[in-house]
């Protein structure tokens, strides 16, 4: 491989060569040579779309050689030869066309002023190559131009035929040309006339345009007639970036911060590979309050470069300010991808949790309370996000353990202590008189309420413990579950405890005979048949309590009091028998 300052030695060479004219100071042919001289023109192989690649190549040839002949006095075009050679020497295949994204660095090598690229298809019967010319450096060289030709066409002739098309172009160009020199020479009036001159040969010539937009400026004309040259120049070319940023940045100046927005948006456009320049329109976008385009501009950007963390934490923050909670969950699990230093993040992994919440992503939200619980076993909000979870997917086991190492991390934590134990209850009082309750966990509910009302320094909290004791008891009584007629009498007497407003006092008292009463009938029966004097005892308590219940809690049933009050009565009138009859000691 030749050394590079060598190879670039034979680029100009030939570049000068390919112009056709000699060098002859003091000439107006040397003037002419001198000008040319100065505007290389480089042409890719335009990219072919259902043609074949040969008919490309032959098609760029073709164009390149016409432009040689026919334009040697008005520019230099860069021979085939020397593309050729600077391609292979950068290990591509000058037989297949160059992407139209590498052109500017191959100018650069070329020491190009211009660059042209293209696209050539078969549509039916007709071929079209659509040409985008770009000043890389003052050649005034821009725009765009479409050749269409019958689909027999060779591409010999068809890149002729191009060629010949492009007479305006150039002649535009040393308009363009014309209005720079003259712009830097101050002569405002003299630029806009080269401009018009321009715009007559190619309707918003890009070049033209620029020129134009700086003669204004130079002239410290309103800021108005130099937004509208700056709109015909990206009108001429739709991908030219330094016009949007241009654009973009008069717009801002004046105030239009949404058309500012919409202009670098269109140069991001022409130059998707700017990654410094889309974090910027992104940023613009969140500011301004367009959460989905800012969203659209950064997922646009990741799709080339996924491992991007700053354009990760800026869709961060865009989802997030506007609430796109599935978006901020994709964001945050990208960034976790990329920084393993937020598995120690205590306040990534509640974010990540919090967005999952709200999508809501159950699978999301199991896997990163999971991980949340691993990295950090004694953090307080994990195990509460790790229970809540669990209960959404009813795991009642692992429910159950989420929220004992709750309770084991801080005891003091009464509303875990009542959160366990209101799950416990859930989860165990489907009441159906046919499945026995599952009991351990109805005395483990208990033993939480107990253990939160001893801190309870508030009667909204006791309030709250009063209820979780009455809903499963009083149903249990109604319903008339014998094997939990107990616990649920017991039940009813915490809720009484709890009850320091009273408003309870009435059904809790209703429901606690009840509960006593339906134990009285089958307990009496037992001390007849068996003759037990402790079991006395036990019923003579039981009675007592079961009439003083009811009659605390008879306005909620009259009727139904009255009627069990007279079976009490009618077993207390029996008890004073019972211990003589059964032989009982003293009695």
Known sequence: MQPIRMMMRRVIVAGVMASGVLLLPGSATGQLARRVSNERLLILTPVPTGVDTAFAVETGEALRARMISRYRMRIAVI???TICEALEASGFNCKIPLPSENAPALARFLQATAYMVGWIDKTGDSLRLRLRLVDAAGSGLAGWETI?????????DFGKLAADNLDNQLKAAEFARDCTERRQRSDGKGAADRAERAFALYPNHPAAAMCLAYAFEVQQQPIDSIVSALRRAVAGDSLNGNAWEELGRRLRDKGDTAEALAAFRNQLRADPTDERLR???AAGLTA?????DAVEVLDEGLVRNAGNLTMLQLKERACLDGTLWACALE????????DSSLAHDTIFFTKTFAAAQSVPDTTAMLRWSERAVTEFPDYIAAWRARAATLKLVNDRDRVLE???RIVALDSAQIGSALALAQYLLDSTLVIDTAVS????????AEQLLMLAGRTATDTATSMAIATMFYNPASKISQLRMTPHLPLAARFLEHTLEFDKRGQLNAPANFFLGLALFFQITELDQRVRETESCELVDVEVDMTARARAALEAGRQISPATVGQLLGFVQQIQ????TYKPAFKCPGA
């Open 148 to 156: 269409r030709a019958p689909a027999t066409t060779t591409a010999e």
């Open 573 to 576: 009138g029996a008890l004073p």
């Open 279 to 281: 974090l910027g329109v």
């Open 288 to 292: 301004a309050g367009e959460y989905d």
């Open 79 to 81: 021979p085939t030869t």
């Open 437 to 444: 309750l599952d009991t351990a966990r109805l005395l483990k």
């Open 331 to 338: 964001a945050l699990e990208g960034q976790f991808d990329l």
């Open 402 to 404: 989420a929220y004992d």
